[in-house]
């Protein structure tokens, strides 16, 4: 298994910054992607960004331009920059990482963001 643990939440006011962290442990060998997620009250967990074991990265289109997603391997850490932050930005962010042969799904415990205006 792949155990996930989140830090660098907060509250900030909109068009200020956050970088979420996401230490990773356990079976590292076998991660195929990492990714966070949000959730907003009400609403589905969505995709914010990933990275794949290749360096491919993917962004929603909401976050494009505004939010980096990045690694370090040496400490099994994956970074979520978040600049230029919205009210709609608002959620519960999760850290998501897909592992094994048939990439099953490890989640952190969740980190909340709250964007005042």
């Known amino acids: 298994q792949v155990q996930l643990v989140e830090s660098g939440g907060g509250l900030v006011q909109a068009g200020g910054s956050l970088r979420l962290s996401c230490a990773a442990s356990?079976?590292?060998?076998?991660?195929?992607?990492m990714g966070w997620y949000r959730q907003a009250p009400g609403k589905q967990r969505e995709l914010v960004a990933s990275?794949?074991?290749?360096?491919?990265?993917n962004y929603a289109d909401s976050v494009k331009g505004r939010f980096t997603i990045s690694r370090d391997n040496a400490k099994n850490t994956v970074y979520l920059q978040m600049n230029s932050l919205k009210p709609e930005d608002t959620a519960v962010y999760y850290c998501?990482?897909?592992?094994?042969?048939?990439?099953?799904?490890?989640w952190g415990q969740g980190t909340q963001v709250t964007v005042s205006s």
């Open positions: 990275i794949s074991l290749g360096g491919a990265i």
């Open positions: 998501n990482a897909q592992y094994g042969l048939r990439n099953f799904d490890s």
């Open positions: 356990g079976r590292i060998f076998s991660v195929n992607a």
